[in-house]
């Protein structure tokens, strides 16, 4: 991705139990590429990419032999890094945003805000402990771990659904949108009273 193609961000973590590499662009919808080792996570990746419009390129190692914790907790560090990078001093972003999305029988409400400040609220309760070999237990570690590198809020609710695969493919569409929501630009002022993001 070049420098003057628009808003980017790059993260390289590496660490004894993984290595990851992230490049985001909020202002062009590709490439995308993800490959992480977890197949359900990869396809979880590119939803957030394709229904944020953004391009994304996302490859990681980790210590799969163990489980899944370490990659998936460690790509939303990553992920979240090169967003917090990409945005700069957030001006004139939209900054909030709200996204339903229904995929069959379920239903997923995601809101956030660019604050600055990493909170995260998530009612995510599954009724299985993998999706493939992705362990359903790392979504809120993924979760949270973007909050607090990407410095933002975010509220995940699964509003009703039975099926696990749904719930989660609505959940990281729907962040996809909102986050697609939030970064758009507006104009070049800061939206916070408080003269910094």
Not at 31 to 56: C, E, K, S, W, Y
Not at 89 to 101: L, M, P, Q
Not at 191 to 196: A, E, I
Request: overall charge negative.
């Amino acid at each position: 991705m070049s420098d003057n193609a628009g808003r980017s961000g790059l993260c390289r973590r590496q660490t004894a139990e993984t290595c990851i590499s992230v490049q985001i662009e909020l202002d062009r919808s590709e490439p995308v590429r993800i490959a992480t080792g977890i197949p359900f996570f990869d396809h979880m990746l590119n939803q957030i990419a394709r229904h944020g419009r953004f391009g994304l390129v996302l490859e990681a190692e980790g210590d799969l032999e163990v489980d899944c914790h370490h990659t998936v907790e460690d790509c939303g560090l990553a992920l979240g890094a090169a967003l917090d990078e990409a945005l700069g001093e957030r001006r004139g972003i939209a900054r909030y945003a709200t996204a339903h999305v229904p995929m069959d029988e379920a239903l997923v409400r995601v809101v956030l805000d660019l604050s600055g400040r990493p909170f995260l609220h998530a009612n995510l309760p599954l009724a299985v402990e993998r999706i493939g070999s992705f362990e359903t237990e790392t979504l809120v570690e993924f979760l949270r771990a973007l909050t607090v590198t990407g410095r933002l809020t975010l509220h995940a609710d699964f509003l009703h659904g039975v099926n696990a695969h749904h719930l989660v493919e609505a959940l990281f569409k729907a962040l996809g949108r909102a986050l697609r929501d939030a970064v758009r630009l507006e104009g070049d002022w800061l939206p916070s009273t408080k003269g910094v993001l």
